[in-house]
């Protein structure tokens, strides 16, 4: 008993290490590369103020730019259909690779692109790559519930993201079905000081586990995501006119809601405390892939 107390305190140790290290290692005084700035979305012109109606070019390029963030900043599955069981509890380092899918005129924003010039027809090229790092704390309940905890970084930024979420496997226990489960999460970006912005996420989640030589075991999992982003910004300066008619004027952009859907596809091997996942995601603007390395107890 004495000897799992320290191995669980050591385990402990390692995860809260490497999301540090991952997470303050590269910080700078300087924002990063995938920081952004909704006010250079605005024209600047004055006969057309930036975020008035919805066929404003600009309020399409910010509709655009917190559809792709919210995508990349929520977060991947990397848990099976089955819970932990009443007194189970996981903790987890994750890390997400995610690749946006096209060019547009609304990655003007970000920093990367500041000094660039677009292309002929108004685009500006997408970063290379976003990757993420997440500690994800999960803890099961009575009756097939669990709840579970997240802080996510976006590498190369100031941007975090937390959240927190409830889960119910409906089906755990029946020997004859697979493992079903839905799951409800909500989570809010944190660095952003122009942006506000919510996720409201449901998933639903269809796994099996295979027991290899008592051992190990291996549970192979997959599912749909509905994702819904509720964004706006505050109000944010933009300088309108030219020469000495340049005036400063504040300007919103009002509140936009969105719906984005997602498929997820996984696999996760668990060694007495130790659990190492893999999981791919599908979505309309992004294509990501993870992995997990984790501590279940």
Not at 45 to 67: E, Q, W, Y
Not at 284 to 297: E, R
Request: proline share 4%; glycine share 10%.
């Amino acid at each position: 008993m004495e000897r799992n107390i320290v191995l669980m305190r050591r385990i402990w140790i390692a995860m809260f290490a490497v999301f540090a290290f991952a997470v303050f290692a590269p910080t700078q005084a300087s924002a990063g590369d995938i920081d952004f700035r909704l006010s250079r979305l605005c024209t600047g012109d004055a006969s057309a103020p930036c975020g008035i109606n919805n066929s404003d070019p600009a309020v399409k390029d910010f509709r655009s730019l917190a559809r792709v963030y919210a995508s990349l900043l929520a977060p991947m599955h990397f848990q099976p259909a089955s819970t932990l069981g009443q007194a189970g509890f996981e903790i987890a380092v994750e890390s997400k690779m995610s690749f946006v899918l096209e060019d547009a005129s609304y990655w003007r924003a970000i920093n990367k692109n500041v000094n660039q010039t677009p292309s002929d027809d108004g685009k500006y090229s997408a970063p290379d790559l976003f990757a993420t790092v997440q500690l994800h704390v999960r803890k099961g309940l009575p009756f097939s519930f669990e709840l579970e905890g997240i802080v996510n970084w976006l590498a190369n930024s100031e941007l975090f993201y937390v959240g927190a979420g409830l889960r119910w496997a409906f089906t755990e226990g029946w020997w004859f079905m697979p493992d079903i489960s839905v799951r409800a999460h909500v989570g809010t970006l944190i660095g952003a000081p122009d942006l506000s912005f919510i996720n409201v996420n449901a998933d639903l989640a269809l796994s099996y586990t295979f027991g290899l030589g008592g051992l190990v075991s291996l549970t192979p999992y997959g599912g749909f995501s509905f994702l819904t982003n509720f964004s706006s910004s505050r109000p944010i300066v933009v300088f309108v006119g030219e020469g000495n008619d340049t005036a400063a004027k504040e300007a919103v952009f009002r509140r936009q809601t969105q719906y984005m859907y997602r498929g997820f596809a996984g696999l996760e091997l668990k060694a007495d405390y130790f659990v190492l996942g893999l999981e791919g995601e599908f979505g309309a603007d992004a294509l990501s892939a993870g992995v997990k390395i984790g501590a279940n107890f």
